[in-house]
């Protein structure tokens, strides 16, 4: 198992529609790529550091994949209209990480 | 729910004993805060980026909270403890957040 994260960092000068974001964004991800390898999203809303100070990131998706293979056969097939809709909700550019579980 | 996100930068000025950080501190970690509102820890190890980058984190561990009152509790009773042994394993600092989840 894999895990692929996709944050967007909480930057007050970049536009974030979050309703579009949860609302269209994530249910095509999920529709498209359910069946090809990703087993799960979750969806994080930043709400700040411990101290009290802004929250590095806005929104972190968190997918879980079987395996690099089915995740790079996913963005092959629906990546160009997926990463396409990126527009439609943000200017700002997301941090991605593929990670592995630890431990 | 909350989750507290706690990741290390993937520099590789800094040093960082995964195995000290995986054999000692994260069992200190669920030792000292299960049973005071830590529900789970998902250590993830960085792989990469997507495009075949240096993985902006080395390590991110994820816990779960019941509340933001449970993790302030938690601190309060243990966190000089666990804090403290951060610089056992790394001379780097981990980048925190809170966050709830969303959608």
Redesign the interface.
């Known amino acids: 198992m894999?895990?692929?994260?996709v944050s967007y960092p909480n930057d007050p000068a970049t536009r974030f529609d979050?309703a579009y974001y949860?609302q269209t964004h994530?249910p095509m991800v999920k529709q498209r790529w359910s069946g090809m390898g990703l087993q799960s999203v979750?969806?994080?809303?930043?709400?700040?550091?411990?101290d009290g100070g802004p929250?590095?990131?806005r929104?972190?998706a968190?997918l879980a994949w079987d395996s690099t293979e089915a995740?790079g056969r996913a963005?092959e097939a629906h990546g160009a209209e997926i990463f396409g809709d990126i527009p439609n909700f943000t200017d700002g550019r997301p941090?991605?990480?593929?990670?592995?579980?630890?431990?």
């Open positions: 894999i895990v692929v994260s979050e949860l994530i979750q969806v994080l809303r930043g709400l700040g550091t411990p929250a590095p990131m929104i972190t968190l995740l963005v941090v991605m990480q593929v990670s592995e579980p630890a431990g």
